[in-house]
Structure formats: C-alpha cells, structure tokens
C-alpha cells in the first residue's frame, strides 16, 4: 500500500517571519463583514496559508493547492 503524502503543516507564526505582514488576507464571502469569526486565507507561491482571524498572530496552516482544492470542493458539497 502506498503512503499518502502529508499535503499540510502546522506553522508557529513567528516561524515564518515578518514577511507575513505583506501579505494580503482574504476573508470568505460567507463571512459577515464585521465579524471576526471565520478564517482567512492567503496565497503564497505553491501555498495556501489559513488562519483564524480572531488570532492573526497565532498559528497558521500552511496547505498545498492540490489540498486547498480539495477542501473547497468537499466544502461546497
């Protein structure tokens, strides 16, 4: 049986530098905008990193595209 591949990690905000401020957070559409309950995604070359938008500076998940479709697709199921 073939192994899967880990297709998402978990990353310590700090880890990733200051860079992340430059970065352009998009909350979903499904979100009511003066809410702060949801997450927020941003896309970086080859990556896709969520986070909690009630902890900006908390940790992130770090997904590939191929995972980040994935997710979308069964999430709109």
């Known amino acids: ?3 899967s591949r880990k297709c998402w990690e978990r990353h ?3 880890a990733l530098g200051s860079g992340l401020s430059a ?3 998009v909350k979903s559409s499904y979100s009511a ?3 702060n309950d949801c997450v927020e995604v941003a ?3 080859g990556t896709i990193l969520v986070r909690d938008s009630k902890v900006a500076d908390g940790d992130l998940l770090s997904l590939s595209p191929a ?3 994935g997710f979308v697709a069964h999430a709109a199921d």
């Open 1 to 3: 049986m073939a192994r």
């Open 67 to 69: 995972a980040w479709a």
């Open 23 to 25: 970065l352009t957070w």
């Open 43 to 45: 896309h970086l070359p």
């Open 33 to 35: 905008s003066d809410s």
């Open 12 to 14: 310590e905000h700090q």
